[in-house]
């Protein structure tokens, strides 16, 4: 044969399947766009040179590392379909004298041409689409980044090694089936049908128990810690009980509808379940992995939504000041933080840089944990126990409530106690704090009775402590004194030191109030620059802009990746639903034909579809949901570790994502449901 003839017979059986080959292009090169996208912010140079660059890369670096494999397990299984599909084709060339060899040329031009097709198309998208995530990552960072807007020559080369190298593996596998099959086997592997599937009864348990386990988890787990310990146990329990839900379950659901003769025997739900059950085993493992990749597409945006939108809230309530300078002190080693002279070096300072203070307040507080008990009725100091009854225990003066809220500061004498938020359920009004070690009780107790109830404390709430914050406004400084000789003596070495934080408004710019923190951590080093301050363990200057870079570098980075990896999942949802109604419509044209010639009217055939499409359609998405309702606790519990504590917050991004998934994936039946009928009829 002369060697031209190769090339023209893969293009022209490319042509002849364009049906199957232009999506599998399109998610190639989707595919390859997404991943050079995050491979190029890898690798520019720009990055670098910004503040909270070390967010980004590792966002992008996980995120290679995910749609990489994403990527490889969802080519090769549209490969292993159009394989499929093919093997009457590729039967034909063997049985018209085409040796295996001459057929192995066809696929390697093939592979040629997806290659060119595929990934050169993808990296032209990627460059394209690089300049639109710079922009989109700016935006959601809040600020610049000097990133290259040119072709990244390194992540170019990766990205074509990396999907070249699946179209290699893939070609390697085709090569293998054509091997060892024989003509008549190819001719007729398209065609091969399935056989009644039992009712696995034991499986249907497993998947029960093992759905059940990963629900349990995701409702009863409150620590955050713990559940991010339980997080990946649970997805993976529920993923297992989804698969042995769907293979198993779904068999049984379709037997019972069988039995249910007023159901069965209708023209539009015989054909659809006749059919579905006896392609069951196949049919359950691709709506089980459509309810999955559904289920993770939602969590992810949803998830990383929340993290974002919650930075405001969490920015604004820890820096109520533009600076929040923390002085640490330990009475134990005499010393004693004099914050008069503290505001008069910090108000020097700043005019000294050219920057005005517009306000200069103090609060100071102690913070330590203890343990809400129960069965003592007391909060407790060194005593360990649940964690769900733990709670991070916040002293503030009256004059520093005033200061960290903007409220008036409540009226309290030595004694009293104002509650800021609610305390453990059965404490209160009378609230004894009592010093542990080792099981025994050391020191004398210290009684508080709550007179007054204020909102929370916003700069404790949002705190990354993974205790529940609870705050005890207390009349002066001698009152924490007491508390924390108290917690001192059960605690020794790990006893908490008293804290004051300064809070400095400032009439300047972010990038004003940046050189300012650079300036003040140069000078502080310099001998006699806190002179007039007091004595303290540690200094400690926080400023809001830096907070709102790394803030947002985090969540920005999150969210970035998470719709980018939600896209890739969400275009592995649509590609196994078209591939399967595809697939399905071939192997039920023949079926539908005989129908028709025996009195089967084109409005029942599209009657018997919709019955069909909407079974295919509707289990996967509403045990999506399902899943959503469950993971909802575990993932608003994750998120406080992030200091996002709002939960409506985050029912309302889950609400939303939900939402619009919906709304894409009535879209996406409302296609695949029309292409299933123009094969079938």
């Avoid at 129908?595 to 909407?614: A, D, F, N, T």
Wanted: neutral net charge; charged residues 15%; contains cysteine.
């Amino acid at each position: 044969m002369r060697n031209g003839l190769y090339p023209k017979l893969a293009a022209q059986g490319m042509k002849q399947n364009r049906r199957f080959f232009v999506p599998y292009l399109l998610a190639l090169a989707g595919l390859t766009a997404a991943f050079y996208v995050m491979s190029a912010l890898c690798f520019d140079p720009g990055v670098l040179h910004m503040r909270g660059f070390a967010y980004v890369m590792v966002m992008m670096q996980i995120g290679m590392f995910v749609a990489g494999i994403l990527s490889t397990v969802l080519l090769l299984y549209i490969n292993s379909f159009l394989m499929k599909q093919r093997k009457k084709e590729l039967g034909l060339y063997n049985i018209l004298g085409m040796g295996k060899g001459n057929i192995a040329l066809i696929q390697c031009w093939e592979s040629l041409y997806t290659a060119v097709l595929g990934i050169g198309g993808g990296l032209v998208l990627g460059v394209v689409f690089h300049k639109l995530a710079t922009v989109v990552l700016v935006a959601l960072l809040q600020f610049s980044i000097p990133f290259s807007s040119s072709l990244s020559l390194p992540a170019a080369v990766t990205t074509a090694l990396f999907f070249g190298g699946l179209l290699v593996l893939a070609l390697f596998l085709n090569l293998i089936r054509v091997r060892v099959s024989n003509p008549i086997e190819l001719l007729h592997g398209g065609n091969v049908g399935e056989k009644e599937p039992r009712t696995r009864w034991l499986l249907a348990v497993i998947g029960a128990v093992s759905m059940g386990a990963g629900y349990f988890i995701a409702v009863v787990t409150k620590d955050p810690a713990v559940a991010l310990g339980l997080y990946f146990i649970a997805v993976i329990l529920v993923i297992i009980g989804t698969y042995c839900l769907f293979t198993a379950g779904s068999i049984a659901l379709l037997k019972m509808l069988r039995k249910n003769k007023g159901f069965y025997y209708q023209t539009g739900h015989f054909i659809g379940v006749s059919g579905m059950l006896y392609r069951m085993k196949r049919n359950a493992v691709g709506l089980a992995n459509i309810c999955i990749l559904s289920t993770m597409v939602m969590v992810m945006i949803s998830g990383t939504l929340a993290l974002y939108l919650g930075q405001g809230e969490i920015i604004a309530a820890q820096y109520p000041a533009n600076l929040n300078m923390t002085v640490s002190f330990d009475p134990a080693q005499g010393q004693d933080v004099d914050l008069e002279g503290a505001k008069s070096l910090v108000d020097r300072f700043a005019r000294e840089q050219g920057v005005p203070v517009t306000g200069l307040d103090a609060a100071e507080y102690l913070h330590f944990n203890v343990l809400a008990n129960p069965a003592t009725g007391r909060l407790e100091v060194g005593t360990q126990g649940d964690n769900n009854s733990r709670r991070a225990l916040y002293f503030l003066t009256a004059q520093g409530y005033a200061a960290l809220t903007g409220d008036e500061a409540p009226s309290l004498q030595p004694g009293e106690t104002a509650v800021c938020g609610t305390l453990p359920a059965g404490f209160g009004p009378e609230l004894t704090i009592q010093g542990v070690d080792s099981g025994k009780e050391v020191g004398a107790p210290q009684s508080l009775t709550a007179v007054q109830t204020l909102p929370e404390v916003e700069y404790f709430r949002t705190t990354f402590d993974m205790n529940e914050p609870l705050c005890l406004v207390v009349s002066g400084r001698d009152v924490l004194a007491q508390l924390w000789a108290l917690q001192s003596e059960a605690l020794d070495n790990y006893a908490a030191d008293l804290t004051a934080v300064l809070l400095v408004d400032l009439d300047c710019t972010n990038d004003q109030e940046l050189a300012l923190v650079d300036a003040w951590s140069d000078s502080s080093i310099s001998e006699g620059f806190f002179e007039g301050t007091g004595t303290w363990e540690y200094w400690r200057v926080d400023s809001r802009a830096e907070m709102a870079v790394d803030g947002y570098s985090m969540a920005g980075g999150f969210l970035f990746l998470g719709v980018i990896l939600g896209i890739i999942f969400l275009m592995a949802t649509v590609l196994i639903i078209y591939y399967k109604q595809v697939s399905e419509g071939y192997e039920d044209q023949g079926r539908f034909e005989i129908m028709r010639k025996v009195g089967l009217s084109q409005r029942e055939v599209k009657s018997s579809i919709r019955s069909q499409v909407l079974i295919v359609f509707c289990l996967p998405i509403a045990v999506a949901a399902i899943h959503i309702l469950f993971d909802f606790n575990l993932v608003a519990r994750m998120l406080t570790m992030f200091g996002v504590r709002n939960v409506m917050t985050v029912v309302l991004c889950t609400a939303g994502t939900l939402l619009a998934f919906l709304a894409v994936y009535a879209v996406v039946y409302s296609l695949t449901a029309r292409t299933y009928y123009k094969i079938v009829r």
